[in-house]
């Protein structure tokens, strides 16, 4: 009997047993959660597209974010900023003929000056030594002048023979050389006196813009500048236009300007240099009446078209990763899509091309998407 109860005993021990190892091994062998599952997808079901940022239209309203449609019309005038400038080579840098210590200044700046006017007059040791070696070659050329009509008349009467003749004529022709070499460096050292002095004269009618010589300043032959004169009659305005409307512009174009006071230019485009790599084209423009100082600054209005392409809020339009984007509604999010862009006017952007005119996109608040793509990105990154 005892033998009896202690099998029974043994048994439902091994029962128990056997019952909690099966229990636990239905406990481990239980499929993961579904969060354990994703993150050993690596996430790829929660990860955003590229350049897509999820927000339903109630979150987007809510953080500030305003849709809008594209619409048509518009965007006829292109807004450039600019300056009034003088015309090239309405400026003239004025420099001395040769090195030597300045004496006089004649003029101040902002004096008006006449071709010819005295500008500052200066003392030269070299002007002296090339105006003491024209007189020389002067003398030299005189006598031998002298010594050829003397050569000349002696051969006339057979009192000379034709080689002497030959060589008298000779020496003549190398004085008179000496000579007209002699008188060009003199005059172009500002046809000095005996003692030096050279006067520096201006080259044309204008304005002196800026004065550089002062009395007993010595010029150096690596820094003649004496003076700046500008022809302010010669101006004209210069704006800075986007390179996606570089297209759009061409020489004969009217158009308006502004200055900050109001007052309006009448201009017509005469050039337009081609913008560089990651800048900006310059205009050109000649107004079709008087002109403000030159350095004035001013703004203008191109007409650019008839009105009839695509426009979107100014503030739609933002940079994203260096190229002009709209925020397209798509799904349950917006899309960052590049569009290029034309004319901006009246707070409103052309799109030349990159939207059929159908989306819905985002309008005011839109560089909050671009700032949320950016973080999202960088957290990507990492």
Do not use: C
């Amino acid at each position: 009997m005892t033998t009896r109860k202690h099998w029974l005993m043994t048994g439902a021990a091994v029962v128990v047993a056997l019952g909690v190892g099966f229990g636990a091994a239905r406990l481990f062998d239980s499929p993961p959660p579904a969060d354990a599952h994703a993150e050993e997808e690596g996430h790829s079901a929660e990860e955003a597209p590229e350049g897509f940022v999820a927000l339903s239209e109630q979150d987007a309203a809510a953080a500030g974010v305003v849709l809008t449609g594209v619409q048509r019309g518009g965007g006829s005038e292109l807004r450039l900023p600019g300056h009034v400038a003088l015309a090239p080579g309405a400026a003239a840098r004025i420099d001395a003929p040769l090195a030597g210590t300045v004496t006089a200044v004649h003029v101040g700046p902002g004096a008006r000056v006449r071709r010819g006017a005295v500008l500052v007059t200066l003392r030269s040791p070299e002007g002296a030594a090339a105006r003491a070696d024209a007189d020389t070659a002067a003398a030299e050329a005189e006598a031998a002048r002298a010594a050829l009509a003397r050569d000349e008349a002696l051969f006339e009467r057979g009192y000379m023979p034709r080689a002497r003749l030959d060589v008298t004529r000779a020496e003549a022709r190398s004085a008179e050389a000496r000579l007209r070499a002699a008188r060009a460096r003199v005059a172009a050292f500002g046809n000095p006196g005996s003692d030096g002095v050279v006067v520096v004269r201006s080259p044309a009618d204008g304005v002196v813009t800026r004065l550089i010589a002062a009395p007993g300043v010595t010029l150096h032959e690596e820094a003649l500048q004496v003076a700046e004169i500008a022809d302010t009659g010669r101006a004209e305005l210069v704006f800075d236009a986007p390179p996606a409307a570089a297209r759009l512009l061409a020489p004969g174009a009217r158009l308006s300007a502004e200055t900050a006071d109001g007052a309006r230019i009448e201009a017509v485009v005469i050039a337009v240099a081609p913008a560089a790599e990651g800048g900006t084209a310059t205009v050109r423009a000649a107004a079709t009446g008087a002109l403000p100082a030159p350095g004035t600054i001013l703004s203008a209005r191109l007409p650019v078209g008839g009105g009839s392409g695509l426009t979107a809020p100014a503030d739609a339009v933002q940079t994203v990763e260096g190229v002009p984007s709209v925020f397209v509604r798509e799904g349950d999010g917006f899309r960052a899509r590049p569009v290029t862009t034309g004319a901006t006017a009246a707070g409103r952007t052309e799109i030349l091309s990159g939207l059929t005119g159908a989306e819905r996109i985002a309008g005011t608040g839109a560089f909050l998407l671009k700032a949320e793509l950016a973080k999202g990105e960088a957290e990507h990154g990492h």
